[in-house]
T-cell receptor, first 115, second 112 residues
Framework: NAGVTQTPKFQVLKTGQSMTLQCAQD?????MYWYRQDPGMGLRLIYY???????DKGEVPNGYNVSRLNKREFSLRLESAAPSQTSVYFC??????????????FGEGSRLTVL | SQQGEEDPQALSIQEGENATMNCSYK?????LQWYRQNSGRGLVHLIL?????REKHSGRLRVTLDTSKKSSSLLITASRAADTASYFC????????????FGAGTRLAVHP
């Protein structure tokens, strides 16, 4: 099984450009998450989706939008990229009950640089 | 601010030694989870301990939880060079939110 797949793996943007990070999971999970990881700061939650059709803000949602396209896919969009959004982005998913009942499964990350 | 704080930030030991990492958190939790991240890779789940549990084991891993002190510890016994990684604790709030909040992590280096 592929698990959680993120694309692209690497991206370089100029300030003000837009882009969408794609995430898909093949485990039939209800909950999906987007995190960013910066050096020395661990992972910070950007947005999450408890089920298809719902999305909620996490710790650091400003500058991002998300779409839960269907049960499998959860995308993260940067409308106008800023250097402060240079980071490694991780998508994750979890089964029924989300973090209350079980583990998160992570993708391999998308490394974004904004110049 | 982040929910969990790990201590120490970095740990360097020799193969065969035990490694202990600590995590403190701020609010009531449903559960606490530990994850491992190898350099340049995604996170991998190690163990989950619920708020009504005090200790849990998985292979060479031992996790304790003290809800009165809002703290947890991860012990890796008989460390191997392959255990070199960053380790993160993460907490699920008991306030009805379906999300996991991570600490900043402990970088563990195990030297042959």
């Amino acid at each position: 099984n592929a698990g959680v797949t993120q694309t692209p793996k690497f991206q370089v943007l100029k300030t003000g450009q837009s882009m969408t990070l794609q995430c898909a999971q093949d485990m039939n999970h209800n909950s999906m998450y987007w995190y960013r990881q910066d050096p020395g700061m661990g992972l910070r939650l950007i947005y999450y989706s408890a089920s298809e059709g719902t999305t909620d803000k996490g710790e650091v949602p400003n500058g991002y939008n998300v779409s839960r396209l269907n049960k499998r896919e959860f995308s993260l969009r940067l409308e106008s990229a800023a250097p402060s959004q240079t980071s490694v982005y991780f998508c994750a998913s979890s089964g029924p009950g989300g973090a209350f009942t079980g583990e998160l499964f992570f993708g391999e990350g998308s490394r974004l640089t904004v110049l | 601010s982040q929910q969990g704080e790990e201590d120490p930030q970095a740990l360097s030991i020799q193969e065969g030694e035990n490694a202990t990492m600590n995590c403190s958190y701020k609010t009531s939790i449903n559960n606490l989870q530990w994850y491992r991240q190898n350099s340049g890779r995604g996170l991998v789940h190690l163990i989950l301990i619920r708020s009504n549990e005090r200790e849990k084991h998985s292979g060479r891993l031992r996790v304790t939880l003290d809800t009165s002190k809002k703290s947890s510890s991860l012990l890796i016994t008989a460390s191997r060079a392959a255990d070199t990684a960053s380790y993160f604790c993460a907490t699920a709030f008991s306030g009805g939110y379906n999300k996991l909040i991570f600490g900043a992590g402990t970088r563990l280096a195990v030297h042959p």
